[in-house]
């Protein structure tokens, strides 16, 4: 009989009251969450008492000295690289929701320092956890070359996608638009919304549909005042991989995050829908010749949230020894791509020869 562990759980905004805490919960044959830490009380104390969590924390710290559990899942924006620490210091393996952190350096420290203690470290990596993602690699890793990959994402602003949902918020919370953030005009907002956490879903899947782990960037721009980013890389002469998010501040032009694969025979494209639609599947599309037709056929993807998906592997890591799908070694790559970008995109932006 697999053991059950004990886990907790530190973020408790609204991406990890709408998927983490009730799929942790649907878990109860392999885990129990002994703690959640929020830095807002109200936020805190709402959400203990919705999941029947009896023990809360407003300091991480503070948590992880009282008996640790065996697992911590973060569930915090920004940068995570010190909470993993702690978790690694206290000797908890880790489930954490991307980015794995901002710093290239920090990073491969992370990866390294799992290694060496033998705990897991693994990234909430979601879309590869999607049944219709399986089924485009499969089917690009068939194809000879030349191939060329597109990721396109428009993403508006995602409140109008989660406004249904019953969530706990702070008591000075205002609706958008009125509380809109500025949206684009800045170098940060750049790096930290529009790379690490938007953009970055198209950096990892590209990765593992391509197997480039360092892919050789040819363009890197940001796009409408740092509102997005197009990029171009490569991989020898018979891959060519091209990439553009864009952030809206309204819901104009609605929701498209696609990945499109032409190769000489066929054409795939995978449509995701927004994340916070629940039981909403991805599409994959091919068409092709088949005799002297030319045929398209498409198929759906799992109904199954790719986010139960990812923690149900997570306990398959630790309880049964699988091999990780998004282990910090990999997210490693990932955030050196980000960073890579950033940096060539702002040179581009701010070099001398476009002063």
């Not at 952190?101 to 033998?118: F, P, Q, V, W």
């Not at 998010?245 to 494209?269: M, N, P």
């Amino acid at each position: 009989m697999r053991s059950r562990l004990t886990v907790d759980v530190v973020g408790c905004g609204e991406i990890a009251q709408i998927m983490h805490l009730p799929f942790l919960l649907e878990r109860s044959d392999v885990c129990t969450v002994r703690a959640v830490c929020e830095r807002d009380p109200h936020v805190l104390k709402g959400v203990a008492e919705r999941f029947g969590v009896a023990a809360a924390f407003t300091d991480h710290r503070e948590m992880l000295e009282n008996a640790p559990a065996d697992v911590l899942v973060v569930l915090t924006s920004g940068d995570h690289a010190p909470l993993i620490h702690d978790a690694l210091d206290a000797g908890m393996d880790v489930f954490v929701e991307k980015p794995l952190c901002y710093s290239t350096r920090d990073a491969h420290e992370i990866a390294r320092r799992a290694k060496e203690l033998g705990r897991t470290v693994m990234v909430g990596y979601s879309r590869l956890f999607d049944t219709a993602f399986d089924a485009l690699r499969e089917a690009v890793s068939g194809e000879p070359g030349p191939v060329y990959l597109r990721a396109e994402a428009a993403l508006p602003m995602d409140y109008y996608y989660r406004a249904h949902l019953d969530v706990v918020r702070p008591l000075d919370w205002t609706p958008p638009p009125a509380a809109a953030p500025q949206w684009g005009g800045s170098w940060e907002y750049l790096r930290g919304e529009v790379l690490f956490n938007l953009a970055i879903h198209e950096v990892y899947c590209l990765r593992v549909l391509t197997g480039v782990n360092r892919p050789e960037l040819l363009t890197a721009s940001e796009v409408l005042d740092r509102r997005g980013v197009e990029v171009t890389w490569r991989n020898g002469d018979d891959l060519h991989v091209g990439m553009s998010v864009l952030t809206l501040d309204t819901i104009a032009g609605g929701y498209v995050e696609e990945f499109r694969a032409v190769t000489a025979s066929r054409t795939h494209v995978l449509e995701y829908p927004s994340i916070y639609l629940k039981h909403v599947p991805a599409r994959l599309t091919t068409t092709g010749l088949r005799g002297d037709a030319l045929v398209t056929e498409s198929s759906l993807g799992s109904y199954v949230s790719p986010f139960k998906a990812e923690l149900d592997h997570f306990f398959d890591v630790l309880l049964d020894g699988r091999p990780c799908l998004s282990p910090a070694e990999d997210a490693a790559h990932d955030v050196e791509t980000l960073n890579r970008v950033w940096a060539a995109a702002k040179d581009r932006r701010e070099g001398p020869d476009l002063r």
